[in-house]
C-alpha cells in the first residue's frame, strides 16, 4: 500500500498552471504513454522518466516538514536538506518500483472538494486494472499559479501519515542522526560521470565547432536526459581506443560496427549514417561494383584514411596509400598524384569547402557506393558499460523523435538517412 501510494505523489506532482482536474488526466497520459512505450521496462527505465518529467517540480521541503512533524524544526539546515535529498530518491525508486509491478489501464476522476480560498483541493478517482480497482484520494495545493499534490491516501489511509509513523518510531529509537544516515545510505546519491574522447571528425568532432560537433552534441544531449554528467577529450584514434582500454576513458562518441570491434565494445542503436563516396578529380564512381573495377582492373590508385576499418570493401590487390588527414589526401586527388579516394562525403564536403584553391578541380559526388551506421561506443569491460547503453539508447529513441535532433541537424548541414542500420558496418 505504502509502495502504491508512493508511486502516486510523485506520478501527479507534474502539476502547473491549469485546473487541477485537467493535470492530473494530462499527466496519467504522459506517464502512461511513456510506460505502455518500453519493452518489459525495468524499475531503473520507469525511475530515469520520473527524473526527466517530475523530479523538477517536487516540492519536497513541504513533503519533509509533514514527514518529519516536529523532528523538522529540531533539525539543522544541514540534516533538513539532507532528508529532502534521500527521502526524494526514496519516493522515487519506491514508486518506480511500484509502477513496473502495478499501473492502471484506464482511471475515471470522480469528485473534487475544494477549501474556502480555493487553494487545496481533494480529488477523489478509480484506478482500474482488469479485474481490479483501487479507490484514491488525491490532495493538492496550490502555490501562486501553480499545483502541486502533497499527499494520496488508499481506502483512508495517507502516505504521509505512513511516512510520519515510520520515521517517528526510527527516530526514537535511534535518534534523527543515525535515521538519517541509514536513509542516506539506502538511498545513496549516484553522481554519475563519464569522460568522452574522440578524434577530430568535423563535422561530427571538432574543438573548433559550435558544440565540438554534431556527434558530441547529440551524445552529450542524450546522456545529459538520461542522468550523466559528461566531459569531452580530443585524442588521435589510436589513443582513443588505447584510452578506453586503461580505462582512462569511457565512452567513444563516434563508430562505426565492425565484427571485429564487436568483440571488444558494445555498441549503442545507430543515431546516424555516414555516406562513402568516391571522389576523384578524372571520372565519375558511383557504385560499389565500378570502384572494384577501377581499383582492380584499371589499376587506379587508392587513397584510404588511416584508422579506418573498411573491412570487405576494399579488396585485396590494388594500389593502396594511406593517410592520417584529409587535406593532404584532397590535395593529392586534385594534382592527380592520387586517382581516387573512398571518403565520407559529410567530412570531404566539410573540409573541401574550407579549401578555395581546390573547389574548382574536385567535387564530392552525391552518388553513395556504401553506407555506415554511426554510433557510441563503450568496452565491454568497463564497470557501466551495460547501464550506460542500455539509458543512451532508451533516451535517444526519444531524442530521434524530437525537435533538438532536427535542429541539429540543421545546424551542421546534414541530411537524415534511415537509422534502421540494415546496410553493412565498419569501424571509424
Known amino acids: 500500500m505504502l509502495r502504491f501510494l508512493s508511486c502516486l505523489i510523485i506520478l501527479l506532482s507534474s502539476l502547473a498552471q491549469a485546473n487541477p482536474e485537467q493535470l ?27 527524473k526527466q518529467e517530475l523530479e523538477p517540480i517536487m516540492d519536497m521541503e513541504r513533503m519533509s516538514k509533514l514527514v518529519l512533524g516536529d523532528h523538522w524544526k529540531r533539525a539543522s539546515l544541514k540534516q533538513k536538506r539532507r532528508f529532502m535529498q534521500c527521502f526524494n530518491r526514496q519516493l522515487i525508486y519506491s514508486q518506480a518500483d511500484a509502477l513496473r509491478t502495478w499501473h492502471s489501464e484506464k482511471w475515471t476522476l470522480n469528485n473534487s472538494t475544494y477549501n474556502n480560498s480555493g487553494s487545496k483541493v481533494a480529488i477523489e478517482m478509480d484506478l482500474v486494472r482488469k479485474q481490479e480497482t483501487r479507490h484514491m484520494l488525491l490532495r493538492l495545493y496550490k502555490s501562486g499559479k501553480h499545483w502541486y499534490i502533497y499527499d494520496a491516501a488508499l481506502n483512508g489511509i495517507s502516505l ?29 546519491l549516484t553522481i554519475k560521470k563519464l569522460l ?52 582512462k576513458y569511457d565512452i567513444s562518441v563516434a563508430a562505426w560496427s565492425s565484427a571485429d570491434r564487436q568483440q571488444q565494445f ?9 555516406q562513402l563516396v568516391v571522389v576523384s578529380a578524372t571520372q565519375d564512381i558511383g557504385t560499389i561494383a565500378a570502384f572494384r573495377h577501377a581499383l582492380l582492373i ?58 578555395s584553391g581546390l573547389q574548382a578541380r574536385l567535387q564530392v559526388p552525391t552518388s553513395t557506393v556504401h553506407s555506415r551506421s554511426l554510433h557510441m561506443t563503450m568496452l565491454k569491460e568497463h564497470p557501466a558499460a551495460t547501464s550506460v547503453m542500455a539509458d543512451f539508447n532508451l533516451w535517444l ?32
Open 397 to 428: 529513441a526519444v531524442y530521434l523523435a524530437s525537435d533538438d535532433y532536427q535542429k541539429l541537424l540543421k545546424k551542421y548541414q546534414l541530411v537524415r538517412y534511415p537509422l534502421d542500420d540494415k546496410q553493412g558496418s565498419s569501424t571509424h
Open 298 to 355: 584499371d589499376k587506379k590508385s587508392l587513397g584510404l584514411m588511416e584508422d579506418y576499418a573498411y573491412d570487405q570493401l576494399i579488396p585485396a590487390g590494388g594500389n593502396i596509400r594511406y593517410h592520417q588527414h584529409y587535406r593532404p589526401l584532397l590535395r593529392k586527388l586534385a594534382s592527380h598524384e592520387v586517382d581516387m579516394a573512398l571518403l565520407d562525403a559529410d567530412v570531404a564536403r566539410y573540409i573541401l569547402h574550407s579549401m
Open 160 to 188: 504521509l501519515r505512513n511516512y510520519r509513523d515510520d520515521y517517528a518510531l526510527k527516530i526514537e529509537s535511534q535518534g534523527l542522526g543515525k535515521t538519517l544516515a541509514k536513509l542516506c545510505q539506502h538511498y545513496p
Open 196 to 247: 568522452m574522447a574522440a578524434n577530430e571528425w568535423p563535422p561530427f568532432i571538432g574543438r573548433s565547432l559550435p558544440g565540438q560537433g554534431f556527434s558530441v552534441e547529440l551524445v552529450s544531449q542524450v546522456l545529459t536526459r538520461a542522468g550523466y554528467q559528461v566531459s569531452m577529450a580530443f585524442a588521435p584514434w589510436r589513443k582513443v581506443m588505447q584510452g578506453m582500454q586503461q580505462g
Open 266 to 274: 558494445l555498441f549503442s542503436t545507430p543515431y546516424y549514417h555516414n
Open 24 to 50: 492530473i488526466k494530462h499527466t496519467f497520459g504522459q506517464i502512461s504513454q511513456g510506460i505502455a512505450a518500453l519493452n518489459d521496462p525495468s524499475r531503473k527505465d520507469i525511475e530515469q522518466i520520473l
